[in-house]
């Protein structure tokens, strides 16, 4: 079993920081890609950022210079610092990450179970 757990969702004001962390946690080879996704209501979920086990990123072009991703491969963790917020960010945030299992034909993708993010005054 994988575990994903996601905290330091919440209410902030636009223009203010808000940090979210995801650790993966349960029984696995080895975990590839890790990221953030975002699911606004009435609207399909959305990549936000993602990062490769190297720690190479990759954003989504409304977030590009506002969040940045970072992972730490010894704790399982990836982290989203969101700066600079706006209304139009307000979503649920999910973490995800592409697991391998051991003698598996191939990697898997597994998900948080979501964060509220609220941008507002």
């Known amino acids: 079993q994988v575990q994903l757990a996601e905290s330091g969702g919440g209410l902030v004001q636009p223009g203010g920081p808000l940090r979210l962390s995801c650790a993966a946690s349960g029984s696995f080879f080895s975990i590839g890609d890790m990221g953030w996704y975002r699911q606004a209501p009435g609207k399909q979920r959305e990549l936000v950022a993602t990062?490769?086990?190297?720690?190479?990123?990759k954003y989504a072009d409304s977030v590009k210079g506002r969040f940045t991703i970072a992972r730490d491969n010894a704790q399982n963790t990836v982290t989203l610092q969101m700066n600079s917020l706006k209304p139009e960010d307000t979503a649920v945030y999910y973490c995800?990450?592409?697991?391998?299992?051991?003698?598996?034909?191939?990697?898997?993708?597994?998900w948080g179970q979501g964060t509220q993010v609220t941008v507002s005054s």
């Open positions: 990062i490769t086990f190297d720690g190479r990123p």
């Open positions: 995800n990450a592409v697991i391998k299992h051991r003698f598996a034909i191939a990697p898997r993708d597994y």
